[in-house]
């Protein structure tokens, strides 16, 4: 009887405890499904406690087994508890990972759509710091030059068609193509122009827009998009982009439609030249033609300069390479003039050289070579580094984007008007060397001939001395426009005196037309054609007869 007491004494506090263990068990395990939790219990003593009454039930069941007879325990199955099932679920990294995941949507289709989006257009453009074909360098010894040099690594930013939400962005997944421009855009001007990001902390995207999208790479999920900025990579492969702090201020469209019109007044004028040394009999030879498409490529490139800017036409691409290449072409033919003097006062005259028609049409030729085609190396130069074609003109110089873009204009123009200036100053000592002698005698064949030696061409001298001083008039107004041009482009300030120089500049081919009227050759050969315009000259030897006027003519 007392055995039997016992034995069911145990089995009764047997089940008690496995009952309190299952319910135990139960509600820990239903507390991971519990999405909305108000408070969080500490992991670690909760854990202690479960591990402490797990012993204690295992220390009472012992205890109660081991007055259980062999049969009837042999009839039971315990099953351990296992410690690492329940330490797992509770470890904190695992369920915050759990409620994030359970909390943050699968995509961005519930997050709020953000105001702003890239919408891509016909001028969208991926701005590249250095110009094609050049990457970032910042470790040269000499820190004063540009921060570019030749090319070691392409090129090859990563374009995204996205759709931006709420800290959330969607990648479209379109292939997307843009072209590049070139520059800086930051104001240099200014000690701290931009910041500086590195692909090896941020993720660096470009827009369908041609914006630059940042990403923070350490799980910020927000990101900032940019608009003034310029993308490129050094020799070593990073990724660097430059954020501008200060904007340049656009010039003011009153300046812009000042000078336009100011061009368009020397536009007529220029024609006017060109008419002249083209018709006019004593002004049309080598010199006067050269003279005239001088003043034709300034005409032109006036012209479209000022339709562009009037009108706003977009200035970049293939209208900016055409206004380059005339600019260009106009200071190359005044090489071309200046070098004509030379050869006359220093080969022809000396040595009695008269050019038949054949050679000065080759001579005329050589000319139109040089002057073509060194513009056009120019600007194929340009075209291949993917700089703007546009010059200078009434632009500042404040930004590197601007500057990088005259690379092939203000240095060229700035070498040859140098060269041009050199070889007036050979000229003038040629002139005084035949100022001094007199005449220089001919070869030395006519020197030991019995003949007579031929005379000086007095006349041509003349005509030659008086091209001269029309082209010495005509460099210094081409120099000091072209000095107001650089005060202008490299002048920090936007002064009232800058204006007035881009209106001297505007003004150029107004100035070219007086130089003409100064010179007292040019200026009674215009004359005597404008007076005498409409008669006719009769040869000698035409037969006339006299015209019987009626008192009432019908």
Not at 431 to 457: C, H, M, P, W
Request: charged share 15%.
């Amino acid at each position: 009887m007392g055995a039997y007491y016992r034995k069911s004494s145990f089995i009764l506090n047997f089940k008690v405890y496995l009952t309190i263990y299952i319910c135990i068990l139960m509600t820990m395990t239903k507390a991971e499904y519990v999405s909305n939790i108000t408070g969080v219990l500490d992991n670690k003593s909760a854990i202690t406690t479960l591990e402490e009454s797990s012993d204690a039930l295992y220390r009472t069941f012992n205890s109660s087994v081991k007055s259980v007879p062999d049969e009837l325990v042999s009839t039971m199955i315990v099953t351990p508890i296992s410690t690492d099932n329940v330490t797992s679920t509770r470890n904190p990294e695992s369920t915050l990972s759990t409620l994030v995941q359970k909390q943050t949507p699968a995509d961005c289709s519930q997050r709020e759509k953000s105001r702003s989006q890239p919408i891509p257009s016909s001028t969208s453009r991926v701005r590249k710091c250095c110009p094609l074909g050049e990457n970032l360098d910042f470790y040269r010894e000499n820190q004063s030059d540009s921060m570019c040099d030749g090319a070691v690594l392409s090129f090859e930013p990563t374009i995204i068609n996205a759709v931006l939400f709420d800290n959330c962005i969607e990648d479209l997944e379109i292939f997307t193509e843009l072209p590049y421009e070139v520059g800086n855009p930051c104001n240099s001007v200014t000690f701290f122009s931009s910041f500086q990001y590195d692909d090896t902390e941020d993720l660096l995207f470009i827009l369908q827009d041609g914006s630059l999208l940042i990403i923070d790479k350490n799980g910020n999920e927000s990101y900032t998009v940019e608009e003034n900025y310029c993308l490129d990579q050094d020799k070593s492969g990073h990724m660097l982009a430059f954020i501008c702090i200060t904007q340049v201020d656009e010039v003011s469209k009153a300046k812009i439609i000042i000078v336009a019109v100011l061009m368009l007044v020397s536009m007529p004028c220029l024609l006017l030249v060109s008419y002249l040394h083209l018709t006019l009999r004593l002004l049309r030879n080598l010199h006067g033609w050269s003279l005239a498409l001088m003043s034709l490529c300034l005409a032109c490139g006036y012209f479209v300069y000022s339709v562009v800017h009037i009108y706003g036409i977009p200035s970049g691409g293939f209208i900016g390479y055409v206004i380059q290449f005339f600019i260009l072409s106009f200071f190359f033919w005044y090489l071309c003039i200046c070098c004509n003097v030379l050869l006359n006062i220093w080969y022809k005259l000396p040595y009695y050289i008269q050019f038949n028609k054949t050679w000065t049409i080759l001579n005329f030729g050589a000319y139109c070579v040089f002057s073509i085609t060194g513009p056009a190396i120019l600007v194929s130069l340009t075209v291949q580094k993917g700089l703007p074609g546009m010059p200078s003109y009434f632009l500042q110089g404040l930004t590197e984007s601007i500057r990088e873009s005259q690379r092939y204009f203000i240095p060229p123009v700035s070498t040859i008007l140098g060269l041009s200036f050199l070889v007036m100053v050979i000229s003038f000592f040629g002139f005084q060397r035949i100022k001094s002698v007199g005449y220089l005698i001919a070869n030395d064949d006519e020197k030991n001939a019995t003949t007579s030696i031929r005379q000086f061409d007095q006349q041509k001298y003349e005509d030659v001395k008086k091209d001269a001083k029309c082209v010495a008039l005509l460099g210094i107004i081409i120099i000091l426009a072209w000095l107001f041009e650089i005060v202008t482009f490299y002048s920090p300030g936007n002064e009232v005196y800058l204006l007035l120089c881009d209106m001297i500049n505007g003004l150029q081919g107004l100035w070219i037309l007086l130089i003409f009227l100064v010179v007292r050759r040019r200026r009674t050969i215009i004359l005597r054609w404008w007076y005498d315009r409409g008669t006719h000259t009769i040869a000698e030897g035409t037969e006339l007869q006299p015209v019987n006027k009626t008192e009432n003519p019908t």
